[in-house]
Nanobody, 123 residues
Framework: VQLQASGGGLVQPGGSLRLSCTAS????????IGWFRQAPGREREWVSF????????YYGDFVKGRFTISRDIAKNTVYLHMNSLKPEDTAVYYC?????????????????WGQGTLVTVSS
């Protein structure tokens, strides 16, 4: 089981990025995928979740309609589309798989993690 997160980079405030989480070794569509982020000196924070079966989606309160999580079955990839980015969104973003049908917002509830991709929002 391996997850590969990518798509991070430097973007100006108000800009957009699309993060990708590609799975190998398992069919990503069968499981729940979560996105987390961790800024320097802060704890890992839950961002979003998409369930494996019915593709329900959930977001942290701070997202407020700016981010969208989606899944591409053919590419075995989950995306996090981020719009209206703010400097406080700067962090390393991680994707993780949860072998359960229920939503979870705590990192220890997830089973396997990708390596993270850095998002920097700055002018």
């Amino acid at each position: 089981v391996q997850l590969q997160a990518s798509g991070g980079g430097l973007v100006q405030p108000g800009g957009s990025l699309r993060l990708s989480c590609t799975a190998s070794g398992f069919t990503l569509d069968l499981y729940a995928i979560g996105w987390f982020r961790q800024a320097p000196g802060r704890e890992r924070e839950w961002v979003s979740f998409i369930s494996g079966s019915d593709r329900r989606t959930y977001y942290g309160d701070f997202v407020k309609g700016r981010f969208t999580i989606s899944r591409d079955i053919a590419k075995n990839t989950v995306y996090l589309h981020m719009n209206s980015l703010k400097p406080e969104d700067t962090a390393v973003y991680y994707c993780a798989v949860r072998y359960s049908l229920t939503i979870a917002t705590f990192p220890h509830k997830y089973n396997d993690w990708g390596q993270g991709t850095l998002v920097t929002v700055s002018s």
